[in-house]
């Protein structure tokens, strides 16, 4: 099992924030302890000020450089040389319930597994994502149920729990990835190094999947992620590297 006593530090990635998702932050340090916000708003004025934050909470300006990879990169470092010995990972628009982290700790057997991380129903539609299997031969994806996979998944980095010496061995989340695909770049790092990644199914955490919405096309049933063109880019692109 997660040891509780574990020191844990969570990393909040800010781009545009509302004052509620602000807000979210006041929270996450009741539940988990230190956070660090990295804010990628790209100019000054329209981002948070560093006021609106609480004891408890390390605020840096990453002005978007590197995208979200080099957003990550930049709490994750701080939470390191802080001493965190696992690292919760989460965007804005992220919700967690308030024993989030109690039930994560208490129901998964954390000690074959460096990488941790909830079922996730997209806000938008309103569904559970399902879950990434990749195997040497195969790529699928199955409905998350309530049971945990032992099989290589590849998952988002929000409400993800890593373990410190996990980023230490592997390395900094690739920042000329920008935005798409960070997080799949990495778990197939994981893989390729033998680590194990863990699926929580009885803990869900609310995240918005792009745009998404279900629509009905030549009799079925599509869910596109409305992504803008600037998106687009990179998940090709991105997608095409690896």
């Known amino acids: 099992m997660i040891d509780r006593k574990a020191t844990v530090a969570v990393v909040v990635v800010w781009f545009h924030p509302t004052a509620t998702q602000r807000a979210n932050v006041h929270a996450l340090v009741q539940q988990f302890?230190?956070?660090?916000?990295?804010?990628n708003t790209p100019e000054f004025g329209s981002?948070?000020?560093a006021h609106t934050l609480v004891e408890g909470v390390s605020y840096f300006r990453n002005f978007n450089r590197g995208g979200i990879a080099?957003?990550?990169?930049?709490?994750?470092?701080?939470?390191?040389?802080?001493g965190a010995e696992y690292v919760v990972l989460f965007?804005?628009?992220s919700v967690?319930?308030?024993d989030f982290w109690q039930r994560m700790a208490d129901q998964i057997a954390f000690t074959d597994a460096d990488y941790l991380f909830p079922a996730y129903r997209d806000i938008n539609s309103g569904e559970r994502a399902s879950a990434a299997i990749v195997s040497r031969w195969f790529f699928s994806?199955?409905?998350?149920?309530?049971e945990s996979f032992d099989d290589y998944l590849i998952v988002l980095t929000s409400g993800s729990v890593i373990k410190a010496s996990c980023l230490r061995?592997?390395?900094?989340?690739r920042a000329e990835f920008f935005i798409d695909h960070v997080d799949t770049e990495f778990c197939v790092r994981m893989m390729k190094s033998g680590k194990k990644i863990r699926l929580c199914a009885d803990v869900e955490m609310n995240h918005a999947l792009g745009n998404r919405t279900t629509e009905r096309l030549l009799g079925m049933t599509i869910k596109p992620y409305h992504y803008?063109?600037?998106?687009t880019y990179y998940r090709a692109r991105n997608a095409t590297i690896l």
């Open 228 to 231: 803008n063109t600037f998106r």
């Open 141 to 146: 994806k199955r409905a998350i149920k309530s």
């Open 70 to 82: 080099q957003a990550l990169n930049l709490g994750v470092d701080a939470a390191l040389k802080a």
């Open 47 to 49: 981002a948070a000020s």
């Open 33 to 39: 302890g230190p956070v660090y916000v990295v804010d």
């Open 96 to 98: 967690v319930s308030d």
């Open 91 to 93: 965007d804005q628009d």
């Open 169 to 173: 061995e592997l390395g900094p989340f």
